[in-house]
């Protein structure tokens, strides 16, 4: 679907824990266009503080809203975060391809959706669209107090389980080491995964898939200038050759990276 | 009732027309159609292709791009797919434009690829000009060609025989004198010169004491780099007569106008494409009314009228 650049209402714009932050605007154009896994393109000021857009994952949709979630990490988030209701965003979106649904919710094939940390942004939006496959999302994190979404996947009926490096809550260790555990216990022949997080956590995906033989569609990050696929500073290296994250990603099949 | 007479914005480069002088720089527009959606292509002054070199090239290794203080680093590495490629994916789009298009050129191991690139596109009908990149900071050579004005010299003049098509030189600000390699490249019969390419710098993560880009160092481009430009702009209008391409660091009109009363004939848009895909645009329109507001008539009126 084709992006536009709009000028968005913000409809709200709140910290909900910690460093996180939950934003809405308003945009029908991008709202009714958007497909879970993309993402849009932020100018955070009206002046050159900061210069480029930020990216961020389209957490959820209804009719007219985009919500969005989003940590407070830099100059550009942290100037997010200071934007009040009321004042209007310049975004450009829908960008990127999207989760690929087309293969999926067969009723005998279990999704299983994987986020590390802030990753658990664009799969909100899956597990929506994938709803009626209750799907199994495993969530991982440093600790208790940076697992995200939990209620929002529950009710969305997902089933989730969750892992913590410190062990304060769920499995104790990597999510990746949950999701193999949980894969030796189940039949995952028609299973697909669709992963996003950090580049550690999606390397190790990449193997468990290739090992089990199940389809692993990754949420790839990369720093990004334009998000449109002109400056080509978010090329990765595929079996197919460079692609850009921002346009030809941000989700590519496990299968067809060069890590 | 007196007519009003429509300012002409059109100029030209060499033998090149321009309908408007706004044009886009090399690396920041793609090759056009991931502009599609946001801007009037078929309105800009002309269209600067990515560098494109003989061989299809990767690039240099990630993070390739940081922001720093109103600017950018960017270390690309000219990734671009080849020129047989060039010409078999992405020519047919840009031609139908109706629109100029310069073709940048660079080489990766010896200066002959230029001359092997020259004379591919000069069999090209839809190609109207070929800019010489020969001031890219992201090929880790120890110096590029427009860091020294023999060899820009002597490599202008072997491409210069090659081509009847407009030719435009792309300087380097990382040098001592810009006017003297400008000056090198128009006695070689270069019809234009374009600057300024990025300028080399360096950005660290101070958590992790290391450089924020994959390799280490990139170019500067955007806001911050803007008097340098215009400087060096205002420097070299005053050492040749070819027009100059002016760029670096324009985001609206008003910065657009500084480059014109500097000395530039036309000027690109760079870094802002990617800030706001339809700011080449906007700024057409701006000069428009300018030279309105303003009763100039042609933008040859205001190029290098810097009052001092
Ligand atoms: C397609 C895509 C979707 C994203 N979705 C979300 C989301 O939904 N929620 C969210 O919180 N974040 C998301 N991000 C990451 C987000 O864009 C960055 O955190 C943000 O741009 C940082 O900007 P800053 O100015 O606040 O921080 P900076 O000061 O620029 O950087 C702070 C730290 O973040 C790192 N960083 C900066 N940009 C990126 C990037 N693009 N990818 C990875 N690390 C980066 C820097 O290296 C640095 O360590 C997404 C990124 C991409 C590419
Ligand atoms: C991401 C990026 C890629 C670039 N790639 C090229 C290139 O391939 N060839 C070239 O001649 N200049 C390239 N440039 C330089 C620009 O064309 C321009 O000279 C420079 O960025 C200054 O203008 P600006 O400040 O408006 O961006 C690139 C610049 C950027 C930011």
Redesign the interface.
Known sequence: M????VIARINSNNNFSGNYWHLELESAAIARRAMAGQFINI?VNDN??????RPLSIHSVSSSKIRLIYEAIG??TQGLAKRKPGEFL?V?GPLGNGFNLSKTSSKNSLNILVAGGMGVAPLVFLAERLKLSQPLVLIGAKSKNCLLCIKEFKSLGSRVELATDDGSLGFKGKVTDLLKKTLSTIDHRLSTIYACGPKAMLKAISLIAAENKIRAQLSLE????????????????TKLG?KRVC?DGPIFLSEELIW | MVKRCQPDSSVKIGRLHLNNPVMVASGTFGYAEEFKNFTDLEKLGAIVTKTITVKPRAGNPAPRTCETPAGMLNSIGLENPGIANFIKDKINFLKKLGVPIIVSIASENSPDEFLELAEILDDLKEVSAIELNISCPNLHKDKLISQDAQSTFGLVKEVRRLTRKCLITKLSPNVTSISEIAKASEEAGSDAVSLINTLGGMSIDVNKRAPKLGSWVGGLSGPAIRPIAVRMVWEVYNKIKIPIIGMGGIMDTQSALEFFIAGSTAISVGTANFINPGISSEIIEGLKKYMADNKIRSLREITGILKI
Do not use: N, W, Y
């Open positions: 084709e992006a536009a650049r100018k050159s503080i900061p210069l480029l857009r100059q550009g310049d450009i990369e720093h990004m200038a334009c998000g449109i696929g002109a400056c080509l500073g978010c090329t990765v290296q460079f346009h």
